[in-house]
């Protein structure tokens, strides 16, 4: 399978909508880079990350967004992910990033 993306800017609410579809892993990785970091070289501020159809993400990908995680920490913005699959969020549990990188709602 492979990896589509979507982003938006939410001026409203001054953050990035990003959605990923499919999956990704050490193919896939690059492409979710480019999409994180291209967003916010153009405009620095939050990224809300949705994973509603993210069926799959190995270590490289975790890799990418905790890159994008530890750049964005510099300017004191935020990458949030929201909705996880339950096969994700118990990858994001194993590995405590649930705690750093996952909204509460």
């Known amino acids: 399978m492979s990896l589509q993306m979507q982003s938006s800017y939410n001026k409203e609410l001054d953050l990035w909508e990003v ?4 999956e990704v892993d050490v193919s896939t990785a690059p492409k ?3 999409y994180l970091d291209g ?3 153009e405009k620095r501020a939050d990224i809300m990350l949705r994973l509603d159809e993210l069926t799959y993400i190995d270590s490289t990908g975790l890799g990418v967004i905790i890159g994008a995680y530890g ?3 510099e300017t004191e ?7 996880p699959k339950e096969n994700v ?5 194993i590995t405590s990033l649930d ?4 909204s509460d709602h």
């Open 32 to 34: 979710l880079r480019e």
């Open 99 to 102: 705690r750093i990188l996952c």
């Open 19 to 22: 959605t990923a579809k499919g």
């Open 89 to 93: 969020k118990k990858l994001l549990s």
């Open 39 to 41: 967003a916010y070289r």
């Open 71 to 73: 750049r964005m920490q």
């Open 77 to 83: 913005n935020r990458i949030t992910l929201i909705n």
